[in-house]
């Protein structure tokens, strides 16, 4: 296959796999991702050649360099210490002790490739680390301990796996020149990577102060950065990985310095960002569903191992894996313990239980660094012979990611006793310090804190009030267009923060309201065409769609899961009514203005209805309740106000741009006071008040780049 069409095949897939994420939420995207590939290796038979140098030029380089760069600062210089005894002294244990197990474990496995396998499976997740211990409500300490060496854990990972692969494939192993090089790999590779990102810093600073400060030039440059640093550290034989790890470190400790009088600058690069770890982390997963048949196919056929065999080793290895990292964590965390007794330091926070340490092995979950790894084992030895057990390391190594992902899936929801969802590198997460504790916040003030979706609703709702007190008769159809879009935003936001029962009850309510508000529709239809007011046309017309709407809602048949089906029928039926109407010779503007009448009608008589509904029943105490009954009945005055016709050469719908601009900005300043009042009030913290900010900007920067767009239009 060619490689444009095999990129293009695997980032569709990766997008694909996104959207199911959104229907099976409990299932990782990783997981998705793995069995898309999957499928499409056995329904195609497509291989995808893999070239160790560019693969992992092209996918080591930037997903480092992104994790050195969103490190929160203050956790990496406080906890310095026990991440780097995690990030070294954890994965040297791994390598040593899992790799002599795994090599006593299966028949034929040399040891220096067992210290491969197992070097390789120590990097873990950050993102996925970091999501299980806070929603797990680990202690800060232990947040930050498992969430900082996951992020430096990869470097220390790839480059035992580098010796150990260098000596399964050359046959020779020298402790002192093993040494001497890793000590010149490791200092080498940290200079270039401190001196090349200085380097570049000073160019951005040069260049900027010179007039070049264009955000996109910058982020391009800033983009490439990690490629050219790591390129310049393997030139001079020394560790590219460890160059674009200390290049991420350091662009994200002078970050702020850099771009102070760049603000879009930041925004730019930070999207950008995410859009690549997006597309790499997913195709990273493609590309293993794509090469499990291979090595499934190789590893069954072989009668020394066998299905049940190789799986066996899987469920070992990763049981290994477990303890070794689960009892790390016990037992580091009761010697800091004791040693800060013994140095008189009070010790404040509950002490870390076997439970504890039970949960936090379980956060050892495998990505897309240990698959980018093992996918790159050659296929030959120096001799010329064939790797041993390649295709075995690769199920082992595939076996255990796909095993800590749905052992973490499943385990996850029953410790948190919420529908939790496992996160994972590519997520939709704005940055790792979103995802930890605050360790100097009591437990009262940790009571009171909204999450980050309640807030937004919070923000929602006054901009909703806001709308409604400035709603006037010449900017209704704006102000209710408006309000809608924020009532959506609300009930997206609403099904993602309620237990599944309180969600289950808001849309059966939801259901009778909507049974009520069209029930009171079909009997005005009716009575307009008893009174002679609609044609046989458009009486069937809408009375067909109202009762197909009725039944649907009856049913609980999901018919919103498929709107664009819905719209393209609808304009589809609506066509070739006007194509009757063009034979007949019936007159257009007389069917418009029936159309506009019955669906006028139709919705005060639901408002009617929804009101008499109202009054009627004990639903006024009830927010969510009253909620629900807001926003449809705002639906139906939206409705009523789009079809009402003009009544001046000038009519006041000219003005509907100018009237949502306006009071889309004043909405916006009311969601900026609301953050400040949340603040204020301790129901927030400094950084979900700055992340909310930022989330008001951006809708700010999306209402004036509109308007940029439709001043160039009009030149």
């Known amino acids: 296959m060619n490689i444009i069409e095999a990129v293009i095949i695997l980032v569709v897939l990766v997008l694909l796999s996104n959207v199911l994420s959104h229907f099976l939420t409990a299932v990782p995207v990783s997981l998705i991702q793995v069995t898309l590939g999957l499928l499409w290796s056995l329904i195609f038979h497509i291989t995808i050649p893999l070239e160790t140098n560019w693969f992992l030029l092209l996918f080591i380089a930037p997903l480092l360099f992104n994790d050195g760069r969103r490190f929160p600062k203050r956790e990496l210089w406080t906890l310095r210490g026990p991440i780097m005894a995690n990030a070294v002294l954890l994965v040297f244990l791994t390598t040593v002790l899992g790799g002599w197990l795994f090599h006593l474990l299966i028949p034929g496995l040399p040891l220096a490739v067992g210290f491969a396998l197992a070097a390789i499976l120590s990097p873990t997740d950050p993102i996925a680390v970091t999501s299980i211990a806070e929603q797990v409500e680990l202690p800060p300490a232990i947040i930050h301990l498992v969430s900082g060496e996951s992020l430096i854990n990869d470097a220390s990972g790839l480059i035992g796996f580098k010796y150990a692969l260098a000596a399964a494939v050359t046959g020779t192993f020298s402790l002192?020149?093993?040494t001497g090089d890793f000590l010149y790999t490791s200092l080498i590779g940290f200079v270039i990577g401190f001196v090349g990102m200085t380097a570049l810093q000073m160019l951005r600073e040069v260049l900027r102060r010179s007039g070049i400060n264009d955000p996109v030039f910058n982020t391009v440059l800033q983009l490439m950065s990690p490629f050219v640093i790591y390129l310049g550290a393997e030139a001079v034989h020394a560790s590219g990985v460890i160059a674009v790890v200390t290049a991420g470190v350091l662009a994200h400790v002078s970050e702020n310095r850099v771009v102070e009088d760049l603000p879009e600058q930041r925004l730019l690069v930070e999207r950008t960002w995410d859009i690549i770890v997006y597309i790499l982390n997913g195709i990273v997963f493609v590309i293993l569903g794509d090469e499990l048949p291979h090595a499934t196919r190789e590893t069954i056929a072989d009668p020394a191992t066998g299905t049940l065999g190789a799986i066996g080793y899987v469920v070992v290895i990763w049981l290994i894996l477990f303890v070794l990292r689960a009892g790390w964590i016990y037992v580091y965390a009761r010697i800091g313990r004791l040693w800060g007794k013994w140095r008189g330091h009070v010790t404040t926070?509950?002490?870390?239980?076997?439970?504890?340490?039970?949960?936090s092995g379980l956060t050892g979950v495998r990505g897309a660094i240990t698959l980018a790894g093992v996918l790159t084992?050659?296929?030959?030895?120096?001799?010329g012979a064939a790797f041993p057990e390649r295709s075995l390391i690769l199920f082992i190594a595939a076996g255990v990611i796909v095993m800590s992902l749905v052992i973490a899936a499943v385990t996850l929801p029953l410790v948190n006793n919420q529908n939790a969802v496992l996160l994972t590198r590519g997520s939709q997460v704005d940055s790792l310090e979103e995802l930890t504790a605050d360790e100097d916040m009591t437990d009262e003030q940790a009571k009171m804190l909204m999450s980050n979706d309640e807030a937004k609703v919070y923000l929602s709702r006054t901009a909703v009030r806001t709308l409604e007190s400035l709603r006037r008769a010449e900017n209704q159809r704006a102000a209710y267009d408006l309000i809608l879009d924020y009532q959506f935003i609300i009930r997206r936001l609403q099904m993602r923060t309620r237990p599944s029962a309180e969600v289950q009850h808001m849309i059966d309510f939801e259901r009778q309201l909507r049974q009520v508000a069209l029930e009171g529709e079909l009997a005005q239809l009716e009575e307009l065409h008893a009174d002679g007011k609609t044609s046989s046309w458009n009486f069937r017309y809408y009375q067909r769609q109202i009762k197909q709407r009725l039944a649907s809602n009856e049913s609980r048949q999901r018919r919103d899961s498929l709107p664009a089906w819905r719209t393209a029928r609808r304009l589809f039926r609506h066509g070739l009514r006007r194509?009757?109407?063009?034979?007949?010779?019936?007159?257009?503007?007389g069917f418009k203005q029936e159309r506009s009448l019955i669906e006028r009608e139709t919705a005060k008589a639901a408002i009617r209805r929804l009101s008499k509904f109202f009054k009627a029943h004990e639903v006024r105490k009830q927010v969510q309740q009253r909620q629900s009954i807001y926003h449809l009945i705002v639906h139906y005055r939206y409705r009523i106000e789009r079809r009402t016709p003009a009544v001046s050469p000038d009519p006041r719908h000219h003005k509907y741009d100018e009237n949502l601009r306006e009071l889309r900005v004043r909405a916006l300043a009311?969601?900026?006071?609301?953050v400040m009042e949340l603040q204020d009030a301790g129901r927030i913290t400094p950084t979900m008040a700055a992340n909310l900010r930022q989330y008001v900007n951006y809708s700010e920067n999306v209402l004036m780049l509109g308007e940029d767009l439709q001043t160039e239009a009009t030149r």
Do not use: F
């Open 176 to 178: 002192w020149s093993a």
């Open 670 to 674: 009311a969601e900026r006071t609301a």
């Open 349 to 359: 926070g509950k002490p870390v239980t076997v439970a504890t340490a039970i949960i």
């Open 579 to 589: 194509v009757r109407i063009l034979l007949t010779g019936n007159d257009m503007a």
């Open 377 to 383: 084992i050659p296929a030959t030895v120096q001799s």
